[in-house]
């Protein structure tokens, strides 16, 4: 768990990123001149609001002002006190999104088990089958059902303010993603699509890249994307000299309708004469939808 000036900081405050650390530095220069102006928050003894605050209050050298926050939805309070003040991209707000979606989740299903444990108070294991919880999850933690994780992403695509798409990408972001990786997202120097192709290259790679700077992580993008483009299926076009080259006993004409139509059997087709991946049937059927389309007449 993360540690400031000896205080743990809270998961809803841990959704946020940090601020540089040249504005760390002008907030702290600002509360030597004027004082610290809002409160710091803690929520059982963990920061819930403002550890850019208390480590700026350290270079300051002041005490800081801090305060016990009593509420009863801390990643909703800290969404709404933080987000009108904090410019953050969609990306950013994604990434932010996906952690507030496994907190609210989590206590969907704390609650369940409250109601549940509250109307019986002898407790039953749940059925079968029936948890989706995180190998890292505590073991007293309650299992989280799929329908927790999607009235979840339903409350933080609000509360964020993008779709559940954007969460949904967030959250294979942070799933697949090393930290210093997503901290990079966070910062805004490399954008999501840039990171997911990152994120699917071994751990090791992805610090090795994120190590060696913006520079390297792109051109690692470019060469992804190349790879990506070369396995790409064959086109229509291209499909069809394969199935000519390859079976020579097909022959294409037009039909009485003016459809274009392959005349004879339909062979058993080997890779890479399939188009787009599909059976033989359904190769020379898009072939000649493409022909009807290029030529109508």
Request: charged content about 30%.
């Amino acid at each position: 768990m993360e540690m400031i000036s000896g205080y743990p900081v809270h998961p809803a405050c841990a959704m946020l990123p940090m601020m540089p650390d040249a504005a760390i530095t002008e907030l702290a220069a600002d509360i030597r001149r004027h004082g610290q102006q809002q409160p710091i928050w803690l929520h059982d003894g963990q920061i819930l609001d403002g550890r850019n605050r208390l480590r700026a209050c350290a270079l300051a050298g002041v005490d800081p002002d801090v305060r016990e926050w009593e509420g009863d939805d801390p990643v909703r309070w800290v969404l709404s006190l933080n987000f009108h003040r904090r410019h953050l991209s969609d990306t950013q707000k994604a990434v932010v999104g996906a952690r507030a979606e496994r907190l609210i989740a989590e206590r969907e299903a704390s609650a369940r088990v409250a109601e549940r444990e509250a109307s019986d108070p002898e407790p039953t294991p749940p059925p079968e089958g029936e948890g989706v919880g995180e190998g890292d999850a505590p073991a007293t933690a309650p299992p989280l059902r799929a329908a927790d994780f999607k009235r979840a992403r339903q409350a933080a695509a609000a509360l964020v303010n993008v779709s559940e798409r954007a969460i949904a990408r967030g959250r294979q972001l942070l799933d697949k993603a090393v930290p210093g990786l997503v901290d990079a997202v966070e910062r805004g120097d490399v954008g999501m699509s840039a990171a997911e192709a990152i994120a699917g290259l071994e751990p090791e790679r992805q610090n090795a890249l994120v190590a060696a700077g913006d520079d390297a992580v792109m051109a690692e993008v470019r060469r992804i994307q190349e790879d990506r483009r070369a396995a790409r299926p064959p086109s229509v076009v291209a499909a069809l000299d394969l199935l000519d080259a390859a079976f020579p006993s097909l022959s294409l004409a037009k039909a009485s309708d003016g459809r274009w139509r392959f005349e004879g059997t339909t062979p058993d087709l080997p890779e890479p004469c399939v188009a787009y991946g599909r059976t033989a049937k359904e190769a020379l059927g898009e072939a000649c939808r493409e022909l009807d389309r290029l030529d109508p007449s």
